[in-house]
């Protein structure tokens, strides 16, 4: 059974980086074709989709985050990770893992299956 | 982007009642080479992840129970509960996946 699990920092400053990281277990990320996704609900915006990953390491972002975010995966690890650059109170938010399901043609277009716990992230000095 | 709209936001329903809930996109989500519509719905608990309920706007996902119901077409869907349980109480949303980027309904609370 897939699981996933977000782990980092509860708080964070404003102006800092936010890092956070997805531990993947019941499922090697190398042994499928799926993207590895970051989502997150603030009271401000709902849900947000934030970006994904491929196990190739492809990525793709929300073009509202792009400028600030970056995705990574370590598949020796058997998970990925979140950067979100100069953080601001409006990216408080409870932040979660997913694994993306897709339907691909010329691009892939994703629906997402299992979703980590979640982890809240607070912005405040 | 595509906006997702919900109605309504909170539905009172009396257990073994139908719930009905709707989601409108901004634009058409029909895929016109599969001729499917490119709709999800989650559930969300307290203290849970969201869950997987229906892709492809009408097709339920494994282990959900039949009384869930997805269906709709273009820019207009609903998702029935057929008969609500106690444990049906949760928060429901739709997602888009048309287009990138992925965009949500903003929620729907169900409430006995």
């Known amino acids: 059974q897939v699981q996933l699990q977000e782990s980092g920092p509860g708080l964070v400053k404003p102006s800092q980086t936010l890092s956070l990281t997805c531990n993947v277990s019941?499922?090697?990320?190398?042994?499928?074709?799926?993207?590895w996704t970051w989502i997150r609900q603030s009271a401000g915006k709902g849900l947000e989709w934030i970006g994904r990953v491929y196990t190739t390491g492809r990525t793709n972002y929300n073009p509202s985050l792009k400028s600030r975010v970056s995705i990574s995966v370590d598949t020796s690890r058997n998970q990925f990770s979140l950067k979100l650059r100069s953080m601001t109170v409006a990216d408080t938010a409870i932040y979660y893992c997913?694994?993306?399901?897709?339907?691909?043609?010329?691009?892939?277009?994703?629906?997402?299956?299992?979703w980590g716990q979640g982890i809240l992230v607070t912005v405040s000095s | 982007d595509i906006a997702m709209t919900q109605s309504p936001v909170s539905l009172p329903v009396s257990l073994g009642e139908r719930a009905t809930i709707h989601c409108k996109s901004s634009q058409s989500v029909l895929y016109s080479d599969n001729n499917q519509n490119s709709i999800a719905w989650y559930q969300h608990k307290p203290r849970q992840p969201p869950r997987l309920l229906i892709y492809w706007a009408s097709i339920r996902e494994s282990g959900v129970p039949d009384r869930f119901s997805g269906s709709g077409s273009g820019t207009d869907f609903t998702l029935t509960i057929s008969s609500l349980q106690a444990e049906d109480v949760a928060v429901y949303y739709c997602?888009?996946?048309?287009?990138?980027?992925?965009?949500f309904g903003q929620g729907t609370k169900l409430e006995i």
């Open positions: 997913a694994r993306a399901r897709s339907y691909c043609g010329s691009e892939c277009y994703d629906w997402f299956d299992p």
């Open positions: 019941g499922f090697s990320i190398i042994s499928g074709s799926y993207y």
């Open positions: 997602q888009q996946y048309y287009s990138s980027p992925y965009t």
